[in-house]
């Protein structure tokens, strides 16, 4: 009997030497004695020190798609704001202003002389009927006067303004806007006239009788007409775009100035 006692007393022993020893265990992260479903609430977690933007990123719901998306949009939206700086410089406005900076003369040129075929064009469609055809001699008049006289001209005149008032500032605009008014507009249209006038077979007289009657007419309604052209073109716009601002403004008016210079003569209006 005392040896069963003994035995007892030692498994009890060596019983609570092995919890003491899985508690110890247990303690230093070891062996878990919890139960499954407790493992995930009890584990521990680790700790790391994330940089700030991370946990402000966090804080708004920020997600890894939205961020990528946002990279893309604003990767495509570059790529197509390079596209049309590409297509700028290489298309046809790119290929135009290499030509005015090349051959500025020329280009002018060019230019207002396609300006007025257009003009005369929309002007002789416009009083004529349907039946009446059009007078493509008169076409090739306003075509080489933009040619060999208006598109020159331009260049230079604009050139000459920049020289003699190179500032862009309102005194200077209206500075010339006038001499645009007193000089070089008066000084175009007797040149217009009297030109088309010759060219259609018209003596010195019959010229004279032409200027005295469209004359005025034609620039009291450039005062009404081009002070706001120049303004715009003289304020706004450097001086190598100038004629062409200043051509596209002209259609309206080489509408109305050719349909003038179409007219019957002074004499056969008194006949």
Not at 210 to 228: E, I, Q, S
Request: charge should be positive; aromatic fraction near 12%; charged fraction near 15%.
């Amino acid at each position: 009997m005392t040896g069963a006692l003994f035995r007892s007393a030692a498994s009890d022993a060596a019983r609570i030497l092995r919890s003491h020893r899985t508690s110890t265990a247990n303690h230093l992260g070891k062996l878990d004695l919890l139960p499954r479903g407790d493992v995930r609430r009890f584990q521990p977690r680790p700790y790391f020190r994330t940089p700030q933007f991370l946990w402000r990123s966090k804080e708004t719901r920020v997600s890894p798609h939205s961020l990528i998306s946002g990279f893309c949009s604003s990767s495509s939206s570059s790529s197509s704001t390079a596209s049309t700086a590409s297509f700028v410089k290489t298309g046809f406005m790119g290929w135009y202003l290499g030509m005015l900076k090349s051959r500025p003369v020329l280009t002018k040129s060019v230019t207002s002389s396609l300006i007025y075929i257009a003009a005369d064009l929309s002007s002789q469609t416009i009083p004529q009927a349907s039946s009446e055809s059009y007078d493509f001699v008169r076409t090739a008049r306003m075509a080489g006067y933009g040619l060999l006289i208006l598109g020159p001209t331009l260049h230079y005149w604009f050139n000459l303004m920049s020289r003699l008032f190179p500032k862009r500032d309102l005194i200077t605009t209206f500075k010339k806007m006038a001499m645009g008014q007193t000089v070089y507009g008066p000084t175009m249209n007797v040149i217009f006239f009297s030109l088309n006038a010759a060219l259609q077979g018209e003596n010195g007289s019959e010229i004279i009788a032409r200027l005295k009657r469209d004359l005025l007419p034609t620039m009291m309604n450039g005062v009404m007409y081009w002070p706001m052209c120049d303004f715009i073109t003289f304020k706004f716009f450097p001086v190598h775009l100038q004629p062409l601002v200043s051509n596209s403004f002209s259609y309206l008016w080489t509408i109305y100035i050719t349909y003038m210079a179409g007219r019957e003569k002074p004499t056969a209006i008194a006949t």
